[in-house]
């Protein structure tokens, strides 16, 4: 559990800091970049040498599972921005944050993780929270829009793979896997910032850096906890109380008001976490 709890601080500190630099950063991709590199050197450092095993065995796995990994991290960030701008703020946080069920599906009919009767009602209620915390008064969450649903499938695709590798690749890859994670992201994050030719500032670096560290540990705490935790705990718990104390740490840090439908979600989510954790 230690391992959760440790992935979930790390997450939302990435939040608080992108909270900081929402007003000062004028390059996301070049943050982005940054806070990639930093996270393939954090990778590079706990993965040890050679870092290109090729007589490995399971090496071309971890590598291929790495890059793909790699590939849907940077893709949910994309289709973020995307959404964002098309269908607001609003729907794109829910879809995002409905990621969960990619992963969770998966630890149900791939791993035959089987959640108990309370632990389905939490998840259902983990559910409801992340709706009823994104929702606003006038909003709709009406139509079918396929960029919503890729940035879901990407998202929780890019999620579920920490527990595709905890269950499939070789057990002592799993820093390899992460390097190779941040390297792929790393190199198309560079490919874009070609494509649009920014440049990179002073404080996308400088948040780029704070931000990556964070990053890299959310993950590798993350897959440390699957190899001990059932994925249907791991994965809606480390979601919901990530919203819990980016939420709080909103209100104490950022004297942020909270909506009566966010207080009711906030109570839900405690509920949630109760029932995940039975």
Known sequence: MIYLLLAI??????????RVSSRRVRGNISMLAVNYLTCLLLGAWYAGFPLFPVQAPGFPLTAG??????????????????????????LS?????????????LSVFLFGEMPSTMQCVGFVLA?????LINYEKG?????????????????????AMSKVFEGYGPETHGDLFLFYTFVS???????LIFRKKERPDSYALLFG???????????KFLLMALG???????????SVATILVVTLAGVCLFKERLRRNQWLALSVILAALVMLNV
């Open 93 to 105: 946080s829910v879809f995002i944050k409905l990621g969960l069920l990619v992963p969770m599906v």
């Open 127 to 131: 559910v409801g929270a992340i709706i």
């Open 65 to 90: 599972m790495g890059a793909v990994n790699g590939m849907l991290y940077l893709a949910g960030f994309v289709l973020l921005q995307y959404n964002t701008g098309k269908s607001g703020v609003v």
């Open 228 to 238: 001990r935790l059932p994925g249907v705990i791991v994965y809606p718990t480390y």
């Open 9 to 18: 601080m790390s997450s939302a500190m990435i939040a608080v800091i992108m």
């Open 209 to 219: 850096a704070l931000v990556g560290i964070p990053n890299f540990f959310s993950a």
């Open 139 to 159: 909003s709709s969450f009406s139509g079918f829009r396929l960029p919503l649903v890729l940035m879901l499938l990407a998202g929780g695709c890019g999620d």
């Open 185 to 191: 992201a790393f190199l198309l994050c560079v490919a």
